[in-house]
């Protein structure tokens, strides 16, 4: 497996992380969701190329799954459920689908959050482009608000390594591999949708 | 025909799916903003692409970001080897057309010709000093300046990285073979190591056979020239079984061996038959009835030989050493001269001449015999615990045995006929004429 990525993600911070492969994905996914674990965070994601069996396995190793699950602090979606509900994405939905996951959780003991996207489901159900970066921005300003730290996850063997470019022009910053790069040329979704 | 890989839209390495990918045309920023954006997001493919070790996956990542970095698309990848790599189905005609179009081509790129396309380009890719191959794009128009721009740098930072993953797969092939390399010598040194301890410790035949056993894993015998088994080692310390054997059969086998001067397989059996100077005088081999003994396991019984050898070597050393001081012993004592010299020698051969000896005198009445195999005969006949000491006196053999020793005995057949033994019995100093009682102890037919 490859070596677990430090991400040392703060509240509010929004990264979209890019990796090759299910091996890259684990060594970015699983450490982040079970450093909250431990750390006593609510862990929340929506999963697409693996289960969310095989990430309990993995990320409760030593700890009572079933009281994480219970309590809700783990909490494991598939896009099949979220993104996809509709057989289609549809950005609405799913941004109100997380703004009630995060008002639920507002007055809960876990008072920061981790939340995870994975976005691997677009190589079977292509959408367009502005849904996903309008998307993503949203995510910024939500990541603020409700103090989440939020991980996107876009596998560029699936996705090809068009959709990095693409984000990069729409995000301040992409997490690639262990490697965070900042795009100081990056334009606010407000002066985009002006543009 | 070579099929599209990595494209957008067209799948990736392994995983030919055939749908199309979503489509990220750019967003409508200022020029500047959009350049800037993309060469850092080139930056970005490249980092990702010097993390590969697999070449294809870098081909991937290239042509997946060429519609993202300039508006065309990528056609494929012709490699210097003259493999479409990465690409969409071609003609064969198309593909050696494109062949001879770029053998032509610029070192920085330019034009090909594919059909049904407004435009195409071939890109270098160098890693190094080499040509990688050339990474072609197409469209229907040209990207404009800009555009080409970040496409030659694509390719440039692909040839790059192509060349990084076949440096990893080359450093990693050397690995291998080098920790191939040291396991092998390591196995070596430690066959050497263990029989290098049996020979300095005199672990004889059955520290040999035991060796063995253990770094085969092989129930693993020593037998001598006639088959006799001197020393035997199983893995479970089951006892030897021995297998019917022709003895034409085994022989030849033993002299298979000899002549390659390797172990031979046979009777169930991988052996090396030992030479010491001039004859084959023992067998070292593993029970291997289905073949599973290979390198090592020869080797290890090679090693074993050679310290068969010279413990054989050291033995018959010794026998010879010890015949020798026990002539001198008695040439002394008979000819009455040197009587301190030879007690000393005797004493070196574990001899005590101060206690009753016993001299015996073999000889062949009426017809004459080799001498040697009449010593030969005496020294079969005596006991071989308690070796005497021999030795040629004319036609007769002259052997000195305690008294307590073991008469010669009457049965034995190898005796040549017409053989008489005399005996005297004296103690040293004492002066043999006087107690010496000559006697005919027994005459042979």
């Known amino acids: 497996m490859t070596s677990p990525v430090a991400l040392n993600l703060q509240a509010g911070d929004h990264l979209c992380g890019f990796y090759y492969g299910d091996e890259e994905r684990d060594a970015m996914l699983l450490p982040f ?35 994480l699950l219970a309590s809700g602090q783990l909490e494991l979606h598939t896009s099949a459920t979220t ?64 103090n989440h730290a939020i991980l996107c996850l876009y596998d560029v063997r699936r996705l090809g390594s068009g959709i990095m470019l693409e984000l990069m022009r729409t995000h301040p910053k992409l997490l690639l591999g262990g490697l965070i790069l900042e795009n100081p040329h990056h334009r606010p979704a407000s002066q985009r949708a002006t543009a | ?26 967003v409508a920023t200022s020029a500047l903003e959009e350049q800037l954006s993309s060469v850092r997001g080139l930056l970005a493919i490249t980092l990702l692409m010097m993390e590969r070790r697999d070449e294809r996956e870098v081909l991937h990542l290239a042509t997946t970001a060429v519609s993202a970095l300039a508006p065309c698309r990528a056609a494929g990848v012709l490699l210097s080897s003259g493999e479409w790599a990465s690409g969409a189905v071609i003609e064969s005609g198309t593909l050696q057309r494109l062949r001879r179009e770029l053998e032509s081509c610029p070192a920085e790129g330019g034009p090909v010709g594919l059909p049904g396309e407004a435009w195409a380009w071939a890109l270098p890719m160098r890693a190094r000093h080499d040509l990688v191959g050339h990474l072609v794009v197409a469209g229907s128009a040209p990207p404009g300046d800009d555009g080409l721009v970040l496409l030659r740098s694509l390719a440039q930072q692909t040839g790059v990285a192509i060349g990084n993953a076949r440096l990893h797969v080359s450093k990693e092939v050397a690995n291998a073979a080098l920790a191939r390399s040291v396991a092998a010598l390591q196995h070596k040194t430690a066959i050497h190591d263990r029989f290098t301890s049996v020979a300095l410790t005199g672990g004889g035949y059955q520290g040999i056979a035991r060796a063995l056993c253990e770094l085969t894993g092989l129930p693993a015998g020593i037998e001598d020239r006639g088959g006799a088994l001197l020393a035997w080692a199983a893995p479970d310390d089951t006892a030897p079984i021995p297998a019917p054997r022709p003895a034409r ?9 000899l002549r390659a001067g390797r172990p031979a397989r046979g009777d169930g059996r991988l052996l090396a038959a030992v030479r010491v100077r001039h004859d084959a005088v023992g067998v070292l081999y593993v029970i291997d009835p289905d073949g599973v003994a290979g390198e090592d396991e020869t080797i290890a019984l090679e090693h074993g030989s050679t310290v068969l050898a010279i413990e054989l070597a050291r033995l018959l050393s010794v026998a010879e050493t010890e015949l ?10 008979v000819g009455g ?31 004459r015999v080799d001498p040697d195999v009449l010593l030969h005969a005496v020294r079969g006949a005596m006991d071989s615990m308690h070796p005497p000491l021999l030795m040629h006196r004319g036609e007769t053999v002259v052997a000195l045995l305690e008294v307590r020793s073991v008469p010669i005995a009457p049965a034995s057949t190898h005796w040549p006929p017409d053989c008489e033994r005399r005996a005297w019995v004296g103690r040293l100093n004492s002066g043999w004429a006087e107690s010496a009682t000559p006697r005919t102890m027994w005459r042979g037919r």
């Not at chain 1, 909250?36 to 009572?64: F, M, N, Q, R, Y």
Request: proline share 5%; charged share 25%; with cysteine.
């Open chain 1, 33 to 67: 969701l079970r450093e909250g674990l431990l750390a006593g965070d609510k862990c929340l994601a929506v999963l697409d190329s693996t289960t969310p069996e095989a990430v309990i396995t993995h990320v409760t190793e030593g700890l009572d799954a079933d009281a």
């Open chain 2, 337 to 367: 001269t040197g009587v301190a010299a030879a007690v000393r020698r005797a004493e070196a051969l574990g001899r005590d001449l101060s206690r009753p000896q016993r001299v015996v005198i073999v000889g062949v009445h009426r017809s």
């Open chain 1, 83 to 146: 993104y996809l509900r509709d057989g289609a994405f549809a950005p609405d939905e799913m941004i109100a689908f997380w703004e009630d996951q995060a008002a639920a959780g507002a007055g809960a003991e876990h008072g920061f959050a981790r939340v995870v996207g994975e976005m691997s489901w677009l190589e079977r159900t292509p959408t367009a482009r502005q849904n996903v970066v309008r998307y993503e921005s949203w995510a910024d300003g939500f990541a603020l608000r409700f």
């Open chain 2, 1 to 26: 025909m070579p099929r599209l890989v990595g494209v957008p839209g067209q799948g990736r390495p392994g995983a030919q799916t055939g749908r199309s990918a979503p489509a990220f045309p750019f």
């Open chain 2, 249 to 257: 059969a085994w022989n030849d086998l033993i002299e298979q061996s």
């Open chain 2, 324 to 333: 020798r001081l026990g002539v001198d012993v008695l040439a002394d004592l």
